[in-house]
């Protein structure tokens, strides 16, 4: 089991920048794949990105792809999710969550942090 920790949400204005922080322990941060899922109020959680375990290979969801930036560092046992160019439907919770592929289904999942709230105003 990995327990993880993000940080980093908050307001920001439509066109601005966040970098989102995933702080895990527990198992082996190394060898599991990390993604970011977000849950805008009302809708059902949707994938945004994922890394696998050596950070050779990332995906995005098409609404964020070319504004989103997934990256890890496993020294420090962090995966980050760099937003640009926010937009208002950007407003969601931030999920990260751990799992042995890198995928953007969220059963292949089974690790979840708690999220952090990213609100983005016009």
């Known amino acids: 089991q990995v327990q993880l920790v993000e940080s980093g949400g908050g307001l920001v204005q439509a066109g601005g920048s966040l970098r989102l922080s995933c702080a895990a322990s527990?198992?082996?941060?190394?060898?599991?794949?990390m993604g970011w899922f977000r849950q805008a109020p009302g809708k059902e959680r949707e994938f945004v990105a994922t890394i696998s375990w050596s950070g050779a290979s990332t995906f995005y969801a098409d609404s964020v792809k070319g504004r989103a930036t997934i990256s890890r560092d496993n020294t420090k046992n962090t995966v980050y999710l760099q937003m640009n160019s926010l937009k208002r439907e950007d407003t969601a919770v931030y999920y990260c969550?751990?799992?042995?592929?890198?995928?953007?289904?969220?059963?292949?999942?089974?690790?979840w942090g708690q999220g952090t709230q990213v609100t983005v105003s016009s």
């Open positions: 527990g198992r082996t941060f190394s060898t599991t794949a």
């Open positions: 969550a751990a799992g042995s592929v890198s995928s953007r289904r969220i059963s292949d999942y089974p690790d």
